[in-house]
T-cell receptor, first 114, second 115 residues
Framework: DSGVTQTPKHLITATGQRVTLRCSPR?????VYWYQQSLDQGLQFLIH???????AKGNILERFSAQQFPDLHSELNLSSLELGDSALYFC?????????????FGPGTRLTVT | GENVEQHPSTLSVQEGDSAVIKCTYS??????FPWYKQELGKRPQLIID?????GEKKDQRIAVTLNKTAKHFSLHITETQPEDSAVYFC??????????????FGKGTHLIIQP
């Protein structure tokens, strides 16, 4: 157990819908990263938040957005869902700002878009 | 942006033999290279990492080597055991003008340890 929690574990929804994925980082960690894992694209970095502020964006679609709240938990919002958005979404937390701090991954949320 | 190529995609070795997984990267500004292990249905876990000021790092049966000039790094696992069976991902620091932005991952290597 990494100490990072994600909810829900599984999510099944229809195309065009909007969903919110939640991540609680390890106690004391200030950074939260979001990743998407799919068979064809592999593991892709989406976005990084540090202490409530967005720090970096990766391959995140405009239909996706995220935020980190004062209690440091983070939410990833996915809207206008398409079949291709079906994937495993991980968040990871680390103590510091630099990407070289060890990242601890949560168990993931499996999203299925039908 | 950074591009990371990883080979092979599948590697089958006999238990007790060594396994080597290789990665190349494109951004010469990258300074941090972690390796993650992901068992079936589980989360990725960091197993070893290396920074650009070091050429090699070892942790028991696992070692990583880095050649900054050639922009490639490799994972070496010696005396492989059944519990080493998993998918291994290499990654490189994704940088921009303002500093490190995240990690770019290779496509993964499925390591199979044959008994």
């Amino acid at each position: 157990d990494s100490g990072v929690t994600q909810t829900p574990k599984h999510l099944i929804t229809a195309t065009g819908q909007r969903v919110t994925l939640r991540c609680s980082p390890r106690s004391g960690d200030l950074s939260v990263y979001w990743y998407q894992q799919s068979l064809d694209q592999g593991l892709q970095f989406l976005i990084h938040y540090y202490n409530g502020e967005e720090r970096a964006k990766g391959n995140i679609l405009e239909r996706f957005s995220a935020q980190q709240f004062p209690d440091l938990h983070s939410e990833l919002n996915l809207s206008s869902l398409e079949l291709g958005d079906s994937a495993l979404y991980f968040c990871a937390s680390s103590f510091g700002l630099a990407v070289s701090y060890e990242q601890y991954f949560g168990p993931g949320t499996r999203l299925t878009v039908t | 942006g950074e591009n990371v190529e990883q080979h092979p995609s599948t590697l089958s070795v006999q238990e007790g033999d060594s396994a080597v997984i290789k990665c190349t990267y494109s951004d010469s500004a990258s300074n941090y290279f972690p390796w993650y292990k992901q068992e079936l249905g589980k989360r990725p876990q960091l197993i070893i990492d290396i920074r650009s000021n070091v050429g090699e790092k070892k942790d028991q049966r696992i070692a990583v080597t880095l050649n900054k000039t050639a922009k490639h790094f490799s994972l070496h696992i010696t005396e492989t055991q059944p519990e080493d069976s998993a998918v291994y991902f290499c990654a490189a620091e994704l940088t921009s003008g303002g500093g490190a932005d995240g990690l770019t991952f290779g496509k993964g290597t499925h390591l199979i340890i044959q008994p």
